[in-house]
């Protein structure tokens, strides 16, 4: 038989969260920004009430993942370089959204 792969995408941390629990034994891997709507807070770089939340929704996401499954390739997207580093340490594939050559260490 032949395999499928569906690629999906989620608008708000939530409907991640939502999408991986629900297809989570089936997951081959999860690419988050780190920046994401907590539901359908606007998003900017402003602060806001919603600032720090939005800021690390995908940090979040990608350390609950990390709780329910420890092997699931786990990649954080960002343009801000200090989340390379908050991805380094919890052992997260980091790719910089401001060099499209760069590559995965």
């Known amino acids: 038989g032949m395999d499928?792969?569906?690629?999906?995408?989620?608008k708000t941390?939530?409907?991640?969260?939502?999408?991986?629990?629900k297809y989570k034994d089936n997951v081959q891997g999860v690419i988050s920004d780190c920046r994401f709507p907590i539901n359908d807070a606007p998003l900017t770089k402003h602060s806001s009430e919603f600032g720090e939340a939005e800021?690390?929704?995908?940090?979040r996401l990608l350390m609950e993942?990390?709780?329910d499954n420890e092997y699931v390739p786990l990649i954080m997207?960002?343009?801000e370089?200090?989340?390379a580093e908050w991805a380094h340490e919890?052992?997260?594939k980091f790719v910089s959204k401001?060099?499209?050559y760069e590559q995965l260490d």
């Open 77 to 79: 997207q960002s343009s």
């Open 81 to 83: 370089d200090i989340n």
């Open 98 to 100: 401001n060099s499209i």
């Open 13 to 21: 941390d939530e409907e991640a969260r939502e999408l991986y629990f």
């Open 4 to 10: 499928v792969i569906i690629v999906t995408t989620a």
């Open 90 to 92: 919890h052992g997260v």
């Open 65 to 67: 993942i990390r709780e």
């Open 55 to 59: 800021a690390t929704a995908g940090r």
